[in-house]
């Protein structure tokens, strides 16, 4: 091929190869990996962290930021009662302490709006997984814990910056923005626990 034919129609040609290179849709686990790891690159994604479509009605920030917490709180009772290890005693009661504040927090501020908060309830996604927990013993029970708060800390992550960023409720905003420091907190704890 003609030397100068490759230099006028490659340089042409980047553009239009770079512009059909970005219109490759992202899969899911494609938009929690690059999210997680924009966040904490040592972080496990996971393709059932959630769905990575951003939240920004009331609503749905206010039933999936309640069954996240109250996931986080009922697994981390159930570790409590058969784990051994000392690292993941302290970060679940952590957990149970953090979140319970989280849930008040959201719910206060929804009452500020004008709006009731409902009662937090885990989806069946959720609940197999708390089933998991509770019927798993010793150190597979503390690695499933371990696994799943990984995961649930991603998906509350990605939901609270979402809301934060686009939410229809102000109150909810800042809510949702000053929870996002303290997932991140949780984020590192987890990646530093031994097993």
Same mark, same amino acid.
């Given at each position: 091929?003609?030397?100068?034919?490759?230099? @006028?129609?490659?340089?042409?040609? !980047?553009?239009? !190869?770079?512009?059909?290179?970005?219109?490759?849709?992202? =899969?899911?686990?494609?938009?929690?990996? =690059?999210?997680?790891? !924009?966040?904490?690159?040592?972080?496990?994604?996971?393709?059932?962290?959630?769905?990575?479509?951003?939240?920004?009605?009331?609503?749905?920030?206010?039933?999936?930021?309640?069954?996240?917490?109250?996931?986080?709180?009922?697994? =981390?009772?159930?570790?409590?009662?058969?784990?051994? #290890?000392?690292?993941?005693? #302290? @970060?679940?009661?952590?957990?149970?302490?953090?979140?319970?504040?989280?849930?008040?927090?959201?719910?206060?501020?929804?009452?500020?709006?004008?709006?009731?908060?409902?009662?937090?309830?885990?989806?069946?996604?959720?609940?197999?997984?708390?089933?998991?927990?509770?019927?798993?013993?010793?150190?597979?029970?503390?690695?499933?814990?371990?696994?799943?708060?990984?995961?649930?800390?991603?998906?509350?992550?990605?939901?609270?910056?979402?809301?934060?960023?686009?939410?229809?409720?102000?109150?909810?905003?800042?809510?949702?923005? #000053?929870?996002?420091?303290?997932?991140?907190?949780?984020?590192?704890?987890?990646?530093?626990?031994?097993?």
């Amino acid at each position: 091929m003609n030397k100068s034919l490759i230099r @006028f129609t490659l340089p042409a040609l !980047l553009p239009a !190869l770079a512009l059909a290179a970005c219109q490759k849709a992202p =899969s899911t686990s494609d938009a929690v990996s =690059s999210s997680a790891a !924009l966040d904490d690159p040592a972080a496990v994604s996971s393709e059932s962290a959630s769905d990575t479509a951003p939240v920004t009605d009331a609503k749905t920030y206010l039933e999936k930021a309640g069954a996240g917490d109250k996931f986080e709180i009922e697994s =981390s009772r159930a570790i409590l009662k058969t784990t051994k #290890n000392a690292e993941i005693e #302290n @970060f679940a009661k952590m957990m149970i302490s953090a979140h319970t504040e989280s849930t008040e927090k959201v719910k206060k501020a929804a009452m500020a709006a004008g709006i009731k908060a409902p009662e937090p309830t885990l989806t069946p996604e959720l609940q197999q997984k708390l089933d998991a927990i509770k019927a798993a013993k010793g150190e597979d029970a503390d690695k499933l814990y371990i696994e799943d708060q990984k995961e649930g800390h991603q998906a509350a992550l990605a939901l609270h910056k979402s809301y934060g960023a686009g939410g229809d409720t102000p109150q909810l905003k800042v809510v949702a923005d #000053n929870i996002v420091p303290v997932v991140r907190d949780h984020i590192t704890m987890l990646n530093k626990l031994s097993m």
